[in-house]
């Protein structure tokens, strides 16, 4: 069995040179489970900050993919793209980043989809996971949010059994389900419980 895990900006450099120095043939799982913040010293919502989240968040898991399917497809593989709760429910100082999240969930929720018209038994399970106790993310949100961070390990181990049992979709820790739910049903309520959970007194970063 080979798998291979792509964390981390090592990922976006991966993307550009995969072709050239890896070869991906006899591959079983592919974990997608890397991100990027703004660059240090741009402005939050700055197209600059905008266009270096889409290609770190977005556009390389889509490279990536692109040149791990035929494999996958001949192994009948499992494509695991960990992503975020923020790619289902937008919350407040968070547009480029939940943007990016929002057109990761619609690629692979699309590409699933082709998949199963043309019958490529290529699994695709999308983990919808939290504010996971990463030092790193917790400078991230400070003053921000009151939601507390999820342990890491656990967060990890449901992504590892979604992946394992070809699972559609994951969320970690389990309300996240239910709150993804609530966006559609009733959007009010939702709103509600995404604002209960942010330090309002915190004035918008510009």
């Not at 497809?73 to 695991?80: I, N, P, Q, Y």
Request: net charge positive; with cysteine.
């Amino acid at each position: 069995m080979k798998v291979l895990l792509l964390t981390g900006l090592g990922a976006l450099f991966f993307a550009y040179y995969w072709d050239d120095n890896f070869d991906p043939g006899g591959l079983d799982y592919l974990v997608l489970n890397h991100l990027g913040a703004a660059p240090a010293g741009t402005r939050v919502r700055s197209s600059q900050s905008t266009r270096w989240l889409m290609q770190m968040n977005f556009l390389s898991y889509v490279q990536l993919t692109s040149s791990a399917l035929p494999s996958l497809t001949d192994s009948k593989g499992s494509l695991v793209v960990v992503s975020s709760l923020l790619g289902r429910v937008p919350t407040s100082f968070s547009s480029p980043y939940s943007a990016a999240k929002f057109a990761l969930d619609s690629f692979f929720s699309s590409l699933r989809r082709e998949l199963d018209v043309q019958e490529v038994n290529v699994a695709i399970t999308m983990c919808v996971l939290g504010l996971r106790d990463r030092a790193s993310a917790a400078e991230g949100v400070r003053g921000i949010t009151r939601v507390r961070a999820a342990p890491g390990p656990k967060a990890a181990l449901a992504v590892i059994r979604g992946g394992a049992t070809r699972a559609s979709g994951v969320f970690y820790p389990w309300r996240f389900h239910l709150l993804c739910l609530l966006r559609s049903w009733m959007p009010h309520s939702r709103a509600w419980f995404v604002r209960q959970e942010l330090n309002i007194t915190t004035p918008a970063a510009a």
